[in-house]
């Protein structure tokens, strides 16, 4: 039931970009992107909501295609900020309740 | 402003010992509130969520407990830790549209 994200990890040099995807086997509504750096809360990036919805934040940006109930997360001309976990988390129904859950995880690393 | 305290921030307790964390919200009424479990290097695992006072749902079968006594307060509870609980907890506030999360607490039981 837990989206699943790939890849698990990745590691990048600065400048470069990346792709993390996620993909529910339920429907999806609305995804949120998270990022968390280690031993912290998790910081909300941005929420999609409608098929085919994409957002931008910075040089941070994601696509969200409900059809295919998978969103995925762009990173452009990484810095070494980006470094940390990135989790989505999305809205599923369940037992007459609706409740939240994230993903599985993708582990980011910048070098120098 | 919307705002949400989680305390204490790290804890270290003996096993078979009880736990308290508390998690209250400012700035809404009647939010929905959830407590996660991150152990270490590992994702984040839904405990518990509540819709209201007194509405508790519970996740995964454990020896922790939740309540919601007032509206923007949520506790997560245990009467004897096991060594297995150790991890962080976060509390969070979720809505349609933006997440709101606790510090966070580091619970370490030895």
Request: with cysteine; glycine share 8%; charged share 15%.
């Amino acid at each position: 039931q837990q989206p699943v994200q790939s890849p698990q990890a990745v590691i990048l040099r600065e400048g470069e970009d990346a792709v993390i995807n996620c993909s529910s086997s339920k429907a999806l509504y609305s995804v949120h992107w998270y990022r968390q750096k280690h031993g912290e809360a998790p910081v909300f990036l941005m929420i999609l909501l409608k098929g085919g919805e994409q957002k931008g934040h910075d040089k941070i940006s994601a696509s969200f295609n409900e059809k295919k109930q998978q969103s995925s997360l762009y990173l452009t001309a990484s810095q070494l900020s980006y470094s940390g976990t990135y989790f989505c988390g999305t809205v599923v129904w369940t037992s007459g309740t609706y409740k939240y859950i994230f993903g599985t995880g993708t582990r980011l690393k910048v070098l120098a | 402003s919307q705002t949400i305290h989680q305390w204490p921030a790290t804890l270290v307790q003996p096993v078979g010992s009880p736990l308290s964390l508390e998690c209250t919200v400012e700035g809404t009424s009647n939010p929905n509130l959830y407590w996660y479990r991150q152990a270490a290097g590992r994702g984040l695992q839904l405990l518990f969520y509540s819709v209201g006072i007194g509405q508790i749902s519970s996740e995964v079968p454990q020896n922790l407990s939740a309540s919601r006594p007032q509206d923007r307060q949520f506790i997560l509870s245990s009467k004897k830790l096991l060594l297995s609980d150790s991890g962080f907890y976060l509390c969070a506030w979720i809505t349609a549209t933006e997440a709101f999360f606790g510090q966070g607490t580091r619970l370490t039981v030895v």
